[in-house]
């Protein structure tokens, strides 16, 4: 599809994009008409299922959803094949390709380990500083936590509160307010080098 490649041919790349997007929508149509399943999500090469199963000891009801789907997808194909990337138990899906999920997985003696996977969030990049990225964390932590939406609430406010005052009284180091940006060329060869505080301090300097 890059015009500039050696091998560039429109209709070819046009023709990979249309059968992707077919069969990832053949895809959710198994999981929601032929398993009866709901797709929460779908991106790309990839959908999410919310199969409903809140009780951690029903870990292997989930497994044995997700191998159903699995099997009925790969009986349309021949050498395309799909597999089960992973289970989460709860979400914050913000937008498309940004979530945080709280991930579970079965050990070989049977026991359940949770993690976290971030994609695509704010707190993740290298532009913010210290302490945006440890208050999103928290507020992150609360939220994926299970908890009642009261408690919840309750818990941010207060730790937000807390934060106001530490950073009012002077309480918080100055390493925590700092920003890491990188510069792509010579400072001078900004245009727009006011609008951008990073090149703005590097000129300074």
Not at 23 to 30: A, S
Not at 44 to 64: A, E, G, L
Not at 155 to 172: D, F, P
Request: charged share 30%; proline share 1%; with cysteine.
């Amino acid at each position: 599809g890059f015009s500039f490649s050696r091998f560039f041919a429109q209709p070819i790349a046009a023709l990979v994009t249309a059968m992707g997007r077919e069969t990832l929508q053949r895809t959710v149509d198994i999981a929601q008409e032929s398993v009866g399943l709901e797709v929460i999500y779908g991106d790309t090469d990839s959908i999410m299922i919310n199969t409903r199963i809140c009780d951690m000891n029903q870990i292997s009801q989930v497994y044995d959803l997700g191998q159903k789907v699995k099997r009925e997808v790969n009986k349309c194909y021949k050498t395309l094949e799909l597999e089960i990337d992973g289970i989460f138990r709860s979400m914050l899906l913000l937008k498309k390709k940004k979530y945080a999920a709280v991930t579970v997985n079965q050990g070989s003696d049977g026991s359940v380990n949770l993690g976290k996977e971030m994609k695509g969030l704010d707190l993740v990049r290298r532009d913010w500083c210290i302490q945006s990225k440890d208050t999103g964390r928290y507020v992150l932590d609360q939220i994926l936590a299970g908890e009642d939406r009261e408690t919840v609430v309750t818990n941010i406010h207060t730790h937000l509160e807390e934060l106001a005052k530490k950073m009012r009284s002077g309480e918080l180091k100055l390493e925590k307010y700092v920003i890491t940006k990188g510069l792509s060329k010579h400072p001078n060869d900004y245009p727009d080098a006011k609008s951008q505080a990073h090149v703005h301090v590097a000129k300074m300097m």
